[in-house]
Structures are given as C-alpha cells and as structure tokens.
C-alpha cells in the first residue's frame, strides 16, 4: 500500500500532536523529542510534525512506497521524464532509517519517494528529511 505523506512544520509538538489526533481521530505512531508522525487510515496518509520556528509551514511531500524496489523504480522513472533527483539509500533521519528519492517542483517544493527500513535514534535535521 502506498500512502501520500504531509510533513508540517509545527511550533509546539504537545499542541499539534493534541489537535492531529483529534482531528484524525487516532494517536500517533512515534513521538520523539520535537517530532511524531500519525499512520493514519482514512484518508490514508502518513502525517508528519517537526517542531520548527516555521511553525505552520509545509516542510515537505511524499509518498510512502513498501519496498525499496519501487524507491528504486521511482527514481528511474523522475529521471527518465528528465527531472533532477537525488537518491539516499540507508540514510538515517527522522528516527527512522530509509530509502528515498528526492525531486522538487518548479517553486521548490520538496517531494519524496521513501520505504522505512527500521527505526533509528537519528532525529529530524533542520532541513526536510522525513
């Protein structure tokens, strides 16, 4: 199953993550220091929250994939259609370790293509990243 995810810049976690799990309707799936994300069903969405002086901001896009086979796939298909990407195979961030590809819009917003491969202590970097 793939899923659309949403990175949000948040200025207080504790509030976010109190209004996300109202609004959705469930709790979140990893909270850590200035971060969570909610795996949430319906709609089915990964929902991200980095604390940031940014709060009310979009951090960045994505879509979560189940393999790092379709990473790899995606990745050969952005470059085929000529868009510039960048691959990050095993990298550790958002306390989680993944594989992804990385491509912007014409305005510069950050889209990602990304598979989980386990979980990590490594927390958010002040650039997107989840």
């Known amino acids: 199953m793939s899923r659309v995810q949403l990175a ?12 996300y799990s109202k609004a959705f309707s469930t709790k979140p799936a990893k909270v850590r220091e200035g971060y969570a994300n909610f795996a949430i069903s319906e709609p089915p969405l990964k929902l991200v929250l980095i604390e940031s002086e940014q709060g009310g901001t979009l951090n960045h896009l994505g879509v979560e994939v189940e393999g790092s086979e379709q990473v790899a796939a995606m990745s050969r298909r952005l470059v085929d259609e000529g868009l510039t990407t960048e691959d990050e195979l095993g990298v550790e961030c958002c306390y989680a370790r993944q594989d992804r590809v990385w491509v912007k819009d014409p305005d510069g917003a950050e889209w990602e293509w990304y598979t989980v491969l386990g979980d990590s202590n490594i927390p958010a970097k002040d650039t997107a990243c989840c």
Not at 12 to 17: G, S, T, V, W
């Open 8 to 19: 949000l810049n948040v200025s207080n976690i504790d509030e976010a993550i109190a209004f």
